[in-house]
């Protein structure tokens, strides 16, 4: 940053995604999900700086070169669904030209009536109109430019995929044909052994509809890591944070999260939500420490052990 300052914009972000496992992603807007997202594909801007590791299979995505991420990594072993799709989008090439090429170099699908079939295939998997695949991006509404995007990420057959609000722009009926082809990408892996799916959202209905788990951060932490289940149930999240997303929702008590969360160059020592908590005592005022499974300490009380799945 000027003046030499550092921001810490993701910090122990810790967690794994299975094969055949969906782990969404939740948290206000500024909390580090994008970020996180942009690191495992070596897409941060030139002046940031990574430590950690991010393993798929043995090869450490923090440190790898852009020869090996440009040729071997992005669209083949990991796709992604960008979260502002219109701008990752070749302003003068159409819809149908960008799914064709996709699939020529990922899939070796040869010839043009072969390339032509392939891309509408794909198109028709995002429920992305036919008729509109000759359109520049500029001609698509948000949510066309969102199906184009997810139609270019499941080309490739990806055994990660990464998708940053994947359903924004989209109404609730594109919103669950969208997840649903997601979860369908997840559970047709090869071999049976399914493909993973890290889902960043704010619409929680749609994590709800398909997620394992669900991770949630808070001002550049994960702070919960819970099984989806039982976030959603009962007996509900165990962080207050992750509790007060839950029940602002319209279709619960609809009741806001006091407060703003705090800038990431000016973060308290200890707990980051103490100041909007109801919960905080002079506790909070030291880290809870790293998130297993709960980044808290005065967490909301577990399921008991006798009625745990």
Do not use: W
Request: with cysteine; proline share 9%.
């Amino acid at each position: 940053m000027p003046g030499g300052r550092r921001v810490a914009a993701v910090t122990d972000a810790g967690f794994d995604v299975r094969p055949g496992e969906c782990l969404a992603l939740i948290g206000e807007s500024g909390c580090g999900k994008s970020v996180l997202t942009s690191a495992l594909l070596g897409l941060l801007p030139g002046n940031a700086r990574t430590t950690g590791s991010a393993l798929l299979g043995d090869l450490d995505l923090l440190t790898a070169d852009e020869r090996t991420l440009a040729r071997t990594v992005r669209g083949r072993r990991i796709g992604l669904v960008p979260q502002s799709p219109a701008a990752h989008l070749t302003p003068v090439r159409t819809v149908r030209s960008h799914l064709a090429e996709t699939v020529a170099a990922l899939t070796g699908v040869r010839g043009r009536t072969a390339r032509r079939a392939a891309a509408e295939a794909a198109a028709a998997r995002a429920a992305f109109p036919t008729g509109h695949l000759d359109r520049h991006p500029h001609e698509l509404s948000g949510g066309l430019a969102q199906r184009a995007a997810t139609a270019l990420a499941l080309v490739g057959e990806a055994p990660l995929l990464l998708a940053d609000e994947p359903t924004t722009g989209l109404d609730r009926d594109l919103v669950d044909h969208t997840v649903d082809a997601l979860r369908h990408h997840v559970d047709a892996g090869p071999d049976g052994t399914g493909r993973a799916l890290l889902m960043i959202t704010h619409d929680l209905a749609a994590a709800a509809r398909v997620a394992d788990r669900v991770a949630v951060m808070y001002a550049g932490r994960v702070v919960e890591l819970a099984d989806a289940t039982a976030f959603f149930g009962a007996p509900g999240p165990r962080h207050p944070y992750s509790r007060g997303l839950l029940q602002a929702l319209p279709d619960r008590a609809f009741t806001p999260i006091p407060g703003l969360p705090p800038e990431l160059t000016d973060l308290p020592a200890g707990c980051a939500f103490a100041a909007r908590c109801a919960r905080a005592t002079d506790r909070c005022a030291t880290p809870p420490g790293p998130a297993a499974p709960v980044a808290c300490h005065h967490p909301h009380p577990a399921a008991p052990e006798a009625t745990r799945a």
